[in-house]
């Protein structure tokens, strides 16, 4: 099977201390934003979402996926803050057993995490939410439990 890296992730992200006491880990989403979230915002959360390109596995139980990753906040600088945080927890990120019970998710090794692209500084098109973009490159593999 094909690993859930965002999922990985997101649990990554969602256990640390640092990050959730900017954004609790309740705000913290795989995919995209719930529209019971963007009603409350803006407010700190975490969204990582497919990026597109190279997801290539092959023969091999290893991947490669690109995974947006944005930080809102409530003003530009908590958006900021926030960014540091998940950019500084996901930069050094190496060979990682990920399994979570809430959400449920397949047991995943995080071999590796690049940073790609970013930080930007953007306002969310929707709502004019301050946000910050940055983008990874995860190798990952789906692992027994």
Known sequence: MIPDVIS????????????????????IYA??????????????????SRAGGP?????LQVGRTRVDIRC??????EASRLRAEVYELLKGLNRRKVTSTTPAITPTLIHSVLIEGGPVAIRDADGDWPLELFTV????AEVAA
Request: aromatic share 6%; hydrophobic share 50%; charged share 15%.
């Open 137 to 140: 490159l995860a190798l990952a």
């Open 55 to 59: 997801s290539d596995y092959g023969m």
């Open 31 to 48: 995919g995209e934003m719930p529209a019971t979230e963007a009603a409350s915002q803006p407010r700190p959360a975490v969204v990582l």
């Open 8 to 27: 990985a992730l997101r649990a990554v992200v969602r256990a640390d201390a640092d990050v959730i006491s900017i954004a609790p880990a309740a705000q």
């Open 72 to 77: 809102y906040g409530t003003t530009p600088f």
